[in-house]
């Protein structure tokens, strides 16, 4: 029980010394336009999202297949445009998690990146959520810019 307080304390500290992790936010626009919750016809589209406060001096990486997809911080989500097929999403925290996804075209999946607490910094947990409590996780966040062209909402396929 002591370890959990003390664990507990040495995140808060860094949390107030170190500020909240820098993450790449889109534009306004963008993370308005993301949250209409439009489908894409040829692709599916993918929500990570991390709706928590907890581990915010944390940022959090976040694979699609192996590749960056992007960073995550304290609520935020990206916003990933995937091929049909089957897909791994890891989340890179203290103990990378990954998540099966196997996706179709013109659908959307929302993924919670829930955020634990480690022994020497966060954790995470990734789950597949229902369609209305993901957008209601979503609607809570905002939008980062996906460091994968090929990921990018309008990208066109390689």
């Known amino acids: ?50 709706d928590e406060i907890m581990g915010s001096a944390i940022k959090m990486g976040v694979d699609v297949d192996g590749v960056m997809a992007g960073e995550t911080g304290p609520k935020s989500f990206l916003r990933l445009a995937l091929a049909p097929g089957k897909h791994v999403i890891t989340s890179h925290a203290e103990k990378n998690t990954s998540l099966d996804l196997d996706t179709k075209a013109g659908q959307s999946y929302y993924v919670w990146q829930e955020v634990k607490m480690g022994v020497w910094t966060a954790r995470s947990t990734l789950h597949l959520m229902s369609t209305a409590d993901g957008q209601k996780g979503v609607r809570s966040c905002d939008l980062l810019e996906t460091s994968a062209p090929s990921m990018r909402v309008g990208a066109s396929a390689p």
Not at 14 to 35: D, E, H, M
């Open 1 to 50: 029980m002591k370890f959990t307080h003390l664990a507990a304390a040495a995140i808060a500290v860094a949390c107030l010394v170190s500020g909240c992790a820098s993450v790449n936010k889109a534009s306004t626009a963008a993370n308005a336009q993301a949250k209409t919750f439009a489908p894409i016809t040829d692709k599916a589209v993918v929500y990570v999202y991390r």
